[in-house]
T-cell receptor
């Protein structure tokens, strides 16, 4: 069975400061891990995907995530937040099906 | 490439009526399609998985007689919410997996917001 925990339901940062969105997973398999972003009333956009090739995964819009097996974590980071990054972020694990985390709402303050 | 569309994007209906939502893969053949439901400020929950030409597999707790899924072609799956009630109001998102594609790759549609009055 797979499960995903996103430790923060809401993260607020100032524009230009770093972003850290935390994700921990549980999986009986060697998982594929994803981060998706959802803007209000919009569908999902894939930010990045981990599939055991490299532990540091670079995604779109300056986001990256590091897979740490020992910590069962896959935290999402970005060096400098933009106003347009304000959205809901979902960490997802795939073992047999896609299992979504509860989401983290990112607010970016001017 | 790999675009999935949904129609309509927004629908309002009266309680007791049925609503059909379409999910189309525009530039690839989708042997498997998935339907998710997202309540306000919550995460996506998988409702059912449908394979082209066969019956859908529903997740535990999802009423198959209420949420009718048809996957009659390799580019189209439909979700019909029968006898809709206000508690069925939600954001419905489909995704599609390409035939022969990686099992961990799904392409998501833009979602359909259903409001039942």
């Amino acid at each position: 069975a797979q499960s995903v925990t996103q430790l923060d339901s809401h993260v607020s940062v100032s524009e230009g400061t770093p972003v850290l969105l935390r994700c921990n997973y549980s999986s009986s398999y060697s998982p594929s891990l994803f981060w998706y972003v959802q803007h209000p009333n919009k569908g999902l956009q894939l930010l990045l995907k981990y599939t055991s090739a490299a532990t540091l995964v670079k995604g779109i819009n300056g986001f990256e995530a590091e897979f740490k097996k020992s910590e069962t974590s896959f935290h999402l980071t970005k060096p400098s937040a933009h106003m347009s990054d304000a959205a809901e972020y979902f960490c997802v694990v795939y073992g047999q099906n896609f299992v979504f985390g509860p989401g983290t709402r990112l607010s970016v303050l001017p | 490439g790999a675009v999935v569309s949904q129609h309509p994007s927004w629908v309002i209906c009266k309680s007791g009526t049925s609503v059909k939502i379409e999910c189309r893969s525009l530039d690839f053949q989708a042997t498997t399609m998935f339907w998710y439901r997202q309540f306000p400020k919550q995460s996506l929950m998988l409702m059912a998985t449908s394979n082209e030409g066969s019956k859908a597999t529903y997740e535990q707790g999802v009423e198959k007689d209420k949420f009718l899924i048809n996957h009659a072609s390799l580019t189209l799956s439909t979700l019909t919410v029968t006898s809709a009630h206000p508690e069925d109001s939600s954001f419905y998102i489909c995704s599609a997996r390409a035939g022969g594609g990686a099992k961990d790759t799904q392409y998501f549609g833009p979602g359909t917001r259903l409001t039942v009055l």
